[in-house]
């Protein structure tokens, strides 16, 4: 069955474990998300981003992103992962992440999303509580469940990049629990998007055992969501550049430090870069076994794909050489 989050989110914080959130582009990657989650027998969370949104809404230069094709996009993959929650014997939610604007939002929701995120973080805090409050009240009216952000992640945080990240205020963050009545809040406390975090990351644990504890102590319940975290696995790294690639300084969140925060508040743990390098890896893993032999025969398409690869081999999203 298909679920808000909502309940997801109380179960992870009276049995103390966090729940993976997993990024797609395109309705293949969410029956994978449901199938693994199905072996596990664990419930699961489908995440779409804003722009994967524009991508599923079928444009070629989705970084655009206009409101029409995000809309068409949340309706594909929306009835889709509908019709996968109804076959399956597990609870999913289908989550939008990143969304941008109040329009991003009511598109993911049209569309059959269950829950999303309204990343207000670029705005100044009064603003950023003002406009989670109007996603809040309208969201919940339709059962859909709310993610906020509160804080600076360095790196790329969809179209906004920084140099350093700005660590959340803990007090803050339970004033804008408190304020907007979001249902859980990604925060900035060491974690970082992409490929490139730093060596041997240590997490500022303190950041999320204050924020859980102020939240208890005035009796609002409250999730915390850790962004930017796939471990980036080595092993995967070195395998795409012996397969060609060039992706340099890789390096992930310690899982030992993801397991750390879980019971002091962190209860959703999202991943995206390391789907993104599992496909590369299988994708140039695919293209390197049929390249050599079969080159003057295979079909323009992917002789196309082929070359765009070897011109860019520090790529590694997907999205980039499946478009020709
Ligand atoms: O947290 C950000 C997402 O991983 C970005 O995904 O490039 O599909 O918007 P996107
Ligand atoms: P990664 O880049 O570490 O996979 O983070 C993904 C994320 O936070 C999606 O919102
Ligand atoms: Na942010
Ligand atoms: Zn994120």
Redesign the pocket.
Known sequence: PLIPLRPLLEATRKHGFAQGAF?VNSVVQAQAVIEVHEMFRSAGIVQG????NAFMGGRADFMKGTIEDKRRGARRIGEAVKKLAQDSPIPIVLHL??GKDFESVKAAIAGGYTSVMIDGSPLPFDENVELTREVVKYAHARGVSVEGELGVLSGM??DVFSEHSTYTNPLKAVEFFKKTGVDCLAISYGTK?GAVKGENVRLRKEIVIAVAENLKHEGIFGVLVS?GSSVVPQYIVEEINQLGGKISQAHGIPLDELKSVIKSGIGKI?V?TDIRLAVTRNIREYFARNSSKKRNSVAEAVSTIWELMERNPEQFDPREYLTP
Do not use: I, K
């Open positions: 990024n981003a804003d722009l994967a992440d990143h945080e969809d998007h962004h999202n995206d």
